[in-house]
């Protein structure tokens, strides 16, 4: 089954995710469309930061798998 | 199977509630998402390929001609989980580069076996 490293690896990013939503929420209402537009890319970047290692290892399992 | 489904369900509600807030984030999730769950599928693939080697293997046939299909088969499962990855996106081009890119690694890799083929052929 999914491990279970993997699936907290999804619910961590989709509460990035909710998190930066509800930001960039506030602070468009707020009238401050720059800082919500670079509270996008700080959360964009650290949900990158969190599945490198997740794409790395899985390119590794593909290529081990299929003798690529 | 049931697990499987029920989390890609949960992960397609969690998306589109988060677009609501942030389009990016909710295709960076949808991004994430299909990374960890093509591993996972990947690591099942993983079983079906060493029983194709195996069979390969006890039927005597030479693992050379074996390793293109297996090639194969992991070309069309990554091109077409990643096309639709970025159909979901909303980039049809890519998904399009995509799968004409499978299409001609995978005729690439069944070269040689061809080639054995038409050797095979001709020695009778």
Redesign the interface.
Known sequence: ???SM??D??FR??A???L???L??LLIRSGREEQAMMT?LA??IV??M??IQ??N??FT??K????? | MI??SV?CVT?CL??A??S???R???L??M???G??????I??K??QM?ERIRDIALLSGIDTTMA?PV??V???AV?GKLTAELCRDMGSRWAAGNIEIFAVIASVISMLPLLEEVLRLVGSI
């Open positions: 089954m999914v491990k993997d699936v690896l999804i990013v989709a990035v995710g909710i930066v939503a509800v960039n929420q996008t959360g964009l949900v990158m969190m599945i997740q794409i290892s899985m399992l593909i081990s798998t299929f003798g690529f | 697990k499987l989390l992960l969690v998306s509630l988060i609501q807030g942030s990016t984030m909710s960076v999730i991004a994430a998402s990374i960890v769950l093509m591993g996972f990947v690591s693939a993983a390929t390793a297996v090639k088969l992991g070309i990554c």
